[in-house]
C-alpha cells in the first residue's frame, strides 16, 4: 500500500518563528506532491502543488521542496502567524491514476503561540 | 456557487438507520470526490465522479455505502445501517479537471458523523 508519513506528529512554535514540516512517502511511480492547511472543523486547503520534475514550489510564507530520489519533501514556514495554527497534510498523487487518486499524510499538528 | 458545500454540516445517527450526505461541488467543476477523514488521521479517498460517472469507487469500505451524481453536479453519499466505526468527517471535493489531476481539489467543510 502506498505510504506517506509526516514528522513531527505535532509542533509548538512562538509567533515570528520559522518551522519546518517533513513529508516521506513510498509512492511510485507519482505524479505530484501537495501540500495542504487544515484548520479544525474546516476542509483542506491547498498550499503548493509540485510535479516529480520540481524541486521547490512557494506560496507566500510557505515554500515547499521535493528530493524525488530520496522520496522526501518539506514545507518550510517563515516567520509564523497565530493564523498558521493548523493541521498541515502531505499529499502524494499516484502516476497510474488517470485521474487524481491522492494519498494523504496524516498530517502534523502546528500550534503557534503568542 | 463560491465554493464547494456540503451539508448537514453535523449529523448523529442510531446505529443502524440510514444516512444521505449531500455535496454541492463548485459550478462547472467536471471532477469530484469523496473522502472519509477519521479523528487524527488524513483523509482517505472514497470514491471519485467525472461528470455523472463514478470511474473509481475502490475506497467504499462495504456495500454499505452508496455514492451517487446523476446529473453531473450534486451528489449524495449515502450509507445504509449505520455502524459505529462509520463515525467520522465526510470530506467532498471538486476540480476543473477530467484528466490527470494537476488541478488543484476544493474541498467542502465536510460533514461531521456520530453513530451511537
Known amino acids: 500500500k502506498n505510504q506517506v508519513e509526516q514528522s513531527p506528529q505535532s509542533l509548538i512554535i512562538l509567533e515570528g518563528k520559522n518551522c519546518t514540516l517533513q513529508c516521506n512517502y513510498t509512492v511510485s511511480p507519482f505524479s505530484n506532491l501537495r501540500w495542504y492547511k487544515q484548520d479544525t472543523g474546516r476542509g483542506p486547503v491547498s498550499l503548493t502543488i509540485?510535479?516529480?520534475?520540481?524541486n521547490t514550489k512557494s506560496n507566500g510564507r510557505y515554500t515547499a521542496t521535493l528530493d524525488a530520489d530520496t522520496k522526501q519533501s518539506s514545507l518550510h514556514i517563515t516567520a509564523s502567524q497565530l493564523s498558521d495554527s493548523a493541521s498541515y497534510i502531505c499529499?502524494?498523487?499516484?502516476?497510474?491514476?488517470?485521474?487524481?487518486?491522492?494519498?494523504f499524510g496524516k498530517g502534523t499538528m502546528l500550534l503557534v503561540s503568542p | 456557487g463560491a465554493g464547494v458545500s456540503q451539508s448537514p454540516r453535523y449529523k448523529v445517527a442510531k446505529r443502524g438507520q440510514d444516512v444521505a450526505l449531500r455535496c454541492d461541488p463548485i459550478s462547472g467543476h467536471v471532477s469530484l470526490f469523496w473522502y472519509q477523514q477519521a479523528l487524527g488521521q488524513g483523509p482517505e479517498f472514497l470514491t471519485y465522479f467525472q461528470n455523472e460517472a463514478q470511474l473509481d469507487k475502490s475506497g467504499l469500505p462495504s456495500d454499505r455505502f452508496f455514492a451517487e451524481r446523476p446529473e453531473g453536479s450534486v451528489s449524495t453519499l449515502k450509507i445504509q445501517r449505520t455502524q459505529q466505526e462509520d463515525s467520522a468527517v465526510y470530506l467532498c471535493a471538486s476540480s476543473s479537471d477530467g484528466g490527470a489531476g494537476f488541478e488543484t481539489q476544493y474541498f467542502g467543510p465536510g460533514t461531521r458523523l456520530l453513530v451511537l
Open positions: 499529499v502524494v498523487s499516484p502516476w497510474d491514476s488517470g485521474y487524481s487518486t491522492l494519498t
Open positions: 509540485m510535479t516529480f520534475s520540481e
